[in-house]
């Protein structure tokens, strides 16, 4: 499989326009399949994860742990 990754908007039409330039690579007459990336937002899922993965990083640091802030 090969990818391909382009940025692209979306018109005040509704539709998805591939630049001209990447039309070569896709495949004529057949069927080929997109994978749409969204930009991440900040919603209440990510940010409990964030915040109990940063929770749990920092109850496990220990004294011990303190040699290497000085590297």
Do not use: C, H
């Not at 990754?5 to 591939?18: C, D, E, F, L």
């Not at 001209?20 to 937002?41: C, G, S, W």
């Amino acid at each position: 499989m090969q990818t391909l990754r382009i940025q692209m908007s979306i018109g005040n039409n509704g539709i998805v326009s591939i630049p001209l330039e990447y039309l070569q690579f896709l495949p004529k007459e057949k069927q080929f399949t997109a994978i749409i990336e969204l930009p991440n937002t900040e919603n209440n899922e990510n940010k409990e994860w964030k915040e109990m993965t940063e929770k749990a990083f920092i109850d496990s640091y220990s004294v011990s742990d303190e040699i290497y802030d000085s590297i």
